[in-house]
C-alpha cells in the first residue's frame, strides 16, 4: 500500500531494538484518514470472504479494527491483557509474549463475544515474531470458530512471525512489508 509505504518513510522513527515508532500517525496519535485507507484495503483484500466479526487485541489494534469493521459492517472485538473486574465468568485465553515491553501477559476474551459459528477476520497493527497474531488465532480456536485471515499494518518482514502464520496455513495480508530497517540506511520495503 503506496500511501502508507509513504508514510513510514515520512514520520516512521527507527529504534533501537528494531522497533519502528508510527506514534504520529498510527498508535498514540491517529490519521483517521490514513486509518480509512487502511480499513478500505482490508476490504478489498478479504472483501470476498464471509467475515462475521473483527478480532484483535489491545490497544493499538483496536482503532484500526474499529475503521476496518465499519467497511465488513461487522463488530470488533478485543482481547484484554489482563483479566478485569468487568469480566465475569467463562472467557477464553491465551498466553502472549511482548515484543515491545519483553513480558507474557494472558489475553482474554469473554466466550459470550466469540462463537463456533462466527467467521473472524483477525487485525493488529504490527507483526513481528507472531506472538500477539499466533494468541489471538489460539483464541478463534478454542472458541471453535472460523478463522478467516489475519490482517496487519505492518509486517517487519525480518522477523519470523509472517513465516510461522504463512506456514500455519492462515492467509496472512500485511499492508506494508519492512525488508530491512536500520537507523542509518533506513527502511526497505519488500515488493509484492
Ligand atoms: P509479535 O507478537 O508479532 O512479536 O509483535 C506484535 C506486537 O508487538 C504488536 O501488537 C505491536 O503492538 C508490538 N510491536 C512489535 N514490533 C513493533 C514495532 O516495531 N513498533 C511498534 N510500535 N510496535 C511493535
Redesign the pocket.
Known amino acids: 500500500m503506496k500511501l502508507l509505504q509513504d508514510r513510514i518513510v515520512a514520520d516512521g522513527k527507527i529504534e533501537a531494538g528494531?522497533?519502528?515508532?508510527?506514534?504520529s500517525f498510527l498508535?498514540h496519535q491517529i490519521d483517521v484518514s490514513l486509518l480509512e485507507e487502511i480499513g478500505q484495503e482490508f476490504k478489498r483484500q478479504f472483501g470476498d470472504r464471509e467475515v462475521n466479526k473483527i478480532l484483535t487485541?489491545e490497544a493499538?489494534?483496536i482503532a484500526i479494527a474499529c475503521i476496518a469493521a465499519r467497511y465488513f459492517n461487522v463488530p470488533v472485538v478485543f482481547a484484554k491483557k489482563s483479566r478485569s473486574l468487568n469480566i465475569a465468568g467463562d472467557v477464553y485465553t491465551a498466553k502472549?509474549?511482548?515484543?515491545?515491553h519483553k513480558n507474557t501477559n494472558d489475553i482474554i476474551v469473554s466466550k459470550k463475544f466469540l462463537s463456533p459459528e462466527e467467521r473472524i477476520l483477525i487485525v493488529?497493527?504490527?507483526?513481528?515474531?507472531?506472538?500477539?497474531?499466533l494468541g489471538l488465532c489460539q483464541l478463534v480456536e478454542q472458541a471453535g470458530a472460523t478463522l478467516v485471515g489475519a490482517g496487519v499494518v505492518i509486517e517487519?518482514g525480518f522477523?519470523d512471525?509472517g513465516k510461522r502464520i504463512r506456514e500455519a496455513g492462515i492467509d496472512l495480508r500485511s499492508l506494508a512489508i519492512l525488508e530491512e530497517m536500520d537507523v542509518n540506511t533506513g527502511i526497505r520495503f519488500r515488493e509484492e
Open positions: 528494531n522497533i519502528l515508532k508510527v506514534d498508535n487485541i493499538s489494534g502472549v509474549e511482548s515484543f515491545t493488529d497493527d504490527f507483526l513481528a515474531n507472531g506472538k500477539a497474531i517487519k522477523q512471525g
